[in-house]
């Protein structure tokens, strides 16, 4: 159809100190993004950065960050992404760097990555942890990422099919 | 963003996750708990209620500093622990998964289900077929299906099923559903036929055709002037007088004056010779309340009948007046009960028609099964013949014990084509063929064999029938003396049908002894005893149409033929039709094109309008609608009847509807695109205020008649100005009914009026018809003929000087002296410009939308101190006047003198043509202002344009 086309980057943001991550805002990031794209392309760089770029979404727990480009520049400003080494949030500098994961056409294929994503992750967790008491938290986090409701079976199955494609 | 665009936006983001972030002030709070609260997973995706994480996490109790150990949430730990737990670790995780799941699969209520699947999996129907999705999608989509047809219900009415379309369509069905539909407006005979090839529309309570569906002006026109043109007139409504003859004319000598023509007690007429037609007045109103234009034809007098016959043809809107005041006149106020009771209601009462109980096994014979049939006394659903919407019960006959006089209304029991062209004649000579004689001695229920019987009879057809075939051989229909009435008898014109279409052309045969008849015809008339006709009688009339083969009949006949395609000799059976031939005149008045759209009515009894109606147009005729009896009128420079006349009550609601009509698609359009018609200078683009008009000039001319001696005429203008300007204060003050205007209609005075209207050195003196009695132009025989007609206005032609083509409504004006100096110079000078006018409403109306804009409760308040002013912005309609309007006469550059009701370009004369009416004050202030030469000469200006275009003025008697 015709549309204005996006590349949606998912990306994981590492700090080397958990507690960091709960100090960051969307603008923050979206900040130190346009910084760095100036830094490594100068000015052609942060008015391409300008065009419809935006954060759509974080999780300040995982760390998890959308970020949308637009369509014809966005090899040029991902190039800059691995220089970002802090970003600077409420006066305070993180010290952190940026692992993209995933790039999508729509934010729907993000989340669906995403899902994949953490269920592989959780499920890699499983078997390494030997605590009983934190095994338990960790089924449970595994039961719980699932809707609840009596439609969505057919998505529990979609899911689980999707889960034995990537074992 | 509005509230509907944002309540969109939010239902369609409701799905989507919200970002999980922290405002600066519980950063600190939740960096505590390091990420391990249970509750911080839930996140945006999963509170519907709850749009921001932000919000809803902030607690209640930690605004500001707080001092002391708080037990509620362990608050003091700020260390966090440098490894990570699982479970925290693993809780945020899941939460995000689950956010993530919602966003990605559930979808946003406002697209279909089916937009979930891929595109690879859609199938064609889904909508309307919900198996056709998969399994785990159908409940969502039964819900939605039955959403959408819940509120699909509640708009629309549950349409109730109807027959099959055969059923619908068998014959008798077919006739039951028209049966219902003529019940509001009445259907001609020929409707069906018109409503195939026409557009229709419901006027005067009858269902007409405007014009056809195909493009026809110019080949109307064409056969207008060369050959012939045909129209279904049978709308027209007769009213039927019968009494004594000077009883009679008694009463009617009420209704009209001599002086504006022939009345019906005119000899010519009187005699039946010759159809008459005049002005009707209320009675003894003469010069104002006139009601309108009748035709009317009196019944030749037969030896043994005493009491006179006549039959008065008026248009249906004019009906609802003429006959009330034909009733009081004639002092008919006994009403009659219709005689028979029609079988048409019997047919409706049952509408299951089981009345054929099995003719088709028992006979075969068709025309014994249509009388077994009557035996039965079983009417199957009948065709409506005449009015379908009348009460079977209403009466249509009223009696005067004091006078004897009977008036009966015949609407629709007469059918009336008209053909108007020159070869009218021919066509009807081509169709009609006067009846054979049948010699058979016994008995019939047919009304012809028993005519032949009488000798006299006999004498009269023949004479009729040698009439007929003179008349073959004239050239045009215009040679004939006007109004010729001719009676005959004729075959059955299915009988003669051609194959295939034909252009009826004149006969040439140029006999020598044929040549003197012709002429005897041409310049005398149908001989009197001619006249006569059977359609005057009514059992005649019932006869004819009772027995009239059925076209299905006709079919079978035609195919039981022994030679197969020859024609079916009349017999018996075959019905003759007494039917009256009326010579309609062409354009009696003017100079130019005399007796130009001339042509013959022909008047049937009811019930064979079809018979006749397929037969003239397989002659070659065309058929025009309501459409071109306009443009006919328009071309000969007679007044149309509910357009012009507006001084009647009809042609007063037809202006308001016109005028409501064309203010309806005026405001249709968008402000921006429409005409401004108060920078035109044009007051009334959609009416003619012509009552306003007549008492403006009134009051000029009585006022400038003391200082016309010292003025010149420019200064006169501006006087005239500021006359008018006290007029309109006066009119304001003293709002005194003044008496309405009247249409001047005296003929001695409108000959005086065009012989003073032409140019002395032009061609029109050397006609001298009028010259030679008219008094000269003078200010004495002015003032008296002023005297004489006061608040009158009057019928003008204007021919376009140059080139232009006028419109309806457009001003007539007066030129100055200067105009007329320039026009002098060169004629062929294009005329002069009326500055633009100032739009002081604009400013109002546009202010009115701005304070509506910002209008706020509190100012509201202010609106009833802004309703008293006269003009109140919420009437206001961008570019036309509000209703009380300033002087009309002289709101412009040239004063204005009357306006024009129809206007086009003329194409029998090649020019631009207008008809309308002037003030008579004001003409003739203008007249005697004008050099001889130039006399007559005006001004003419279209309401949508700025121009003034030389217009020649013809006052046509």
């Known amino acids: ?167 | 963003m509005s509230a509907a665009k944002a309540k969109m936006r939010e239902k369609k983001m409701r799905n989507q996750p919200a970002s999980v972030q922290y405002t600066s002030s519980d950063v600190e709070s939740r960096a505590e708990n390091g990420g391990e609260g249970d509750d911080v997973r839930v996140t945006g995706g999963q509170s519907d209620a709850h749009p921001s994480w932000k919000k809803q996490q902030t607690p209640p109790v930690r605004h500001g500093w707080v001092r002391g150990h708080h037990n509620g949430d362990g608050g003091y730990d700020t260390e966090m622990p440098n490894h990570i737990t699982a479970g925290a670790f693993a809780r945020a995780r899941a939460a995000e998964v689950s956010a993530m799941l919602k966003a990605a699969t559930e979808l946003t209520c406002s697209s279909h289900v089916f937009r979930a699947l891929p595109k690879h999996m859609r199938r064609r129907a889904m909508s309307h077929n919900t198996k056709r999705l998969p399994r785990r999608l159908r409940n969502m989509a039964n819900r939605m299906r039955e959403k959408s047809l819940q509120a699909g219900l509640k708009k629309k009415k549950e349409l109730v099923k109807s027959k099959s379309r055969k059923a619908r369509r068998r014959h008798g069905n077919l006739l039951l559903e028209f049966n219902r539909r003529q019940r509001k407006n009445i259907w001609l005979e020929t409707h069906i036929w018109h409503a195939k090839r026409f557009h229709m529309v419901k006027k005067w309570g009858y269902c007409l055709g405007v014009r056809p569906t195909y493009k026809c002006y110019r080949p109307c026109y064409r056969a207008m002037s060369s050959h012939c043109l045909l129209q279904d007139l049978s709308y027209y409504c007769c009213i039927e007088l019968k009494g004594e003859e000077d009883k009679l004319l008694a009463a009617l000598t009420q209704l009209t004056c001599k002086e504006a023509g022939p009345t019906f007690a005119a000899a010519m007429f009187l005699s039946g010779a010759r159809q008459g037609s005049v002005t009707v007045y209320r009675a003894g109103q003469y010069p104002s309340d006139p009601l309108g234009p009748v035709t009317f034809l009196w019944r030749p007098q037969t030896p043994g009948l005493t009491p006179r016959q006549l039959w008065i043809w008026a248009h249906p809107a004019l009906k609802q007046d003429l006959l009330p005041e034909l009733q009081s006149v004639c002092q008919c106020s006994e009403a009659m009960a219709p005689p028979v009771e029609p079988e048409v209601s019997r047919a409706e009462a049952d509408p299951a028609p089981q009345a054929e109980p099995n003719p088709d096994n028992e006979l075969k014979a068709g025309a014994k099964r249509k009388r077994c049939c009557k035996d039965a006394g079983e009417p199957p659903a009948k065709r409506i013949l005449g009015d379908g919407t009348r009460l079977p019960t209403s009466p249509v006959t009223w009696r005067s014990s004091s006078t004897g006089i009977v008036i009966n209304d015949l609407t629709m029991e007469i059918v009336r084509y008209r053909l108007i062209g020159p070869q009218s004649h021919s066509v009807l000579a081509e169709t009609l063929e006067a009846a054979t004689v049948c010699d058979e001695l016994k008995s019939s229920p047919f009304w012809w064999p028993e005519h032949c019987k009488d000798r006299s009879n006999m004498k009269l057809h023949q004479q009729q029938t040698d009439v007929f075939n003179v008349l073959k051989g004239i050239y045009s229909s215009g040679e004939l003396p006007p109004g010729t009435v001719l009676g005959l008898t004729v075959d059955d014109p299915r009988l003669t049908l051609p194959r295939q279409k034909v252009k009826a052309a004149p006969c040439v045969n140029q006999d020598q002894g044929d040549e003197e008849k012709r002429n005897q015809l041409m310049l005398k008339g149908v001989p009197l005893q001619c006249c006569q006709s059977f359609l005057w009688e009514q059992s005649v009339r019932e006869n004819v149409t009772d027995n009239k083969i059925s076209e299905q009949e006709m079919n079978r006949m035609r195919s039981e033929l022994l030679v197969p395609g020859s024609r079916l000799g009349p017999g018996p059976q075959q019905g003759r039709v007494p039917v009256l031939l009326v010579h309609q005149p062409g354009k009696q008045v003017g100079d130019e094109l005399g007796s130009w759209g001339s042509g013959w009515d022909l008047l049937l009894p009811k019930g064979w309008g079809m018979a006749f109606w397929v037969p003239l147009v397989y002659r070659g005729v065309r058929v025009a609608g309501l459409h071109m009896s306009l443009k006919h009128s328009q071309d000969k420079a007679a007044p149309h009847f509910p357009h012009d006349y507006p001084d009647c009550p009809a042609g007063s609601r037809f202006q308001e509807e016109q005028e409501a009509e064309f203010l309806e698609t005026f405001r249709r359009r968008p402000p921006a695109k429409r005409t401004n018609y108060i920078k035109h200078g044009c007051l009334a683009p959609f009416r003619c205020p012509w009552q306003q008009l007549a008492e403006e000039w009134e009051l000029l001319a009585t006022d400038g008649g003391a200082e016309r001696k010292g003025d010149g005429q420019t200064q006169k203008a501006r006087k005239s100005h500021e006359v008018m300007e006290e007029v309109t204060s006066q009119q304001t003050v003293a709002a005194a009914s003044p008496p309405s205007f009247t249409v001047l209609r005296n003929r001695k005075s409108l000959r005086l009026l065009s012989s003073w209207c032409r140019p002395l050195t032009c061609r029109g003196q050397r006609r001298g018809r009028g010259a030679a009695v008219a008094l000269p132009l003078s200010d004495s025989a002015v003032t008296s003929f002023h005297a004489a007609h006061k608040m009158s206005v009057v019928w003008v032609r204007l021919t376009l000087l140059s080139k232009g083509k006028p419109e309806a409504h457009a001003m007539v004006c007066a030129p100055t002296a200067e105009d007329l100096k320039l026009f002098g110079k060169s004629p062929e000078n294009c005329g002069p410009q009326e500055p633009p006018h100032k739009d002081h409403y604009k400013s109002r109306i546009n202010h009115k939308k701005k304070s509506s804009k910002t209008a706020t409760p509190s100012q509201v308040s202010d609106d009833p101190t802004a309703s008293t002013d006269p003009h109140s912005p919420s009437d206001l309609i961008l570019g036309l006047w509000p209703d009380p309007l300033p002087s009309v006469a002289s709101h412009c550059s040239r004063v204005t003198l009357g306006w024009v009701t129809q206007g086009d370009f003329s194409l029998s004369v090649g020019r631009g043509e207008a008809l309308g009416f002037v003030s008579v004050s004001g003409l003739l202030h203008t007249l005697l202002r004008q050099p001889p030469e130039l006399r007559g000469t005006l001004l003419l200006r279209n309401p949508t344009s700025l121009h003034y275009r030389f217009v020649r003025l013809n006052i046509d008697v």
């Open chain 1, 1 to 167: 159809m015709v549309r204005v086309k996006s590349r949606y980057l998912l990306c994981e943001i590492n700090v080397s100190d958990r507690r960091d991550l709960l100090k960051l805002d969307d603008r923050a990031v979206a900040g130190s993004v346009k910084a760095a794209v100036a830094r490594t392309h100068g000015d052609y760089g942060a008015a391409l950065c300008s065009i419809r770029f935006c954060v759509k979404y974080l999780n300040a727990h995982t760390g998890i960050v959308f970020l949308r480009f637009h369509k014809g520049c966005y090899k040029l400003l991902w190039s800059a992404l691995p220089f970002i080494t802090s970003i600077e949030c409420r006066g305070q500098i993180i010290p952190c760097f940026l692992n993209c994961l995933h790039v999508g056409g729509t934010i729907r294929t993000c989340q669906k990555f995403l899902i994949r994503y953490n269920t592989r992750q959780l499920h890699q967790m499983l078997p390494k942890y030997k605590n009983k008491e934190e095994k338990r938290k960790i089924q449970e986090a595994i039961l719980s990422c699932s809707l609840t409701g009596g439609g969505n079976k057919a998505l529990e199955d979609e899911l689980e099919s999707e889960e034995e494609d990537d074992e």
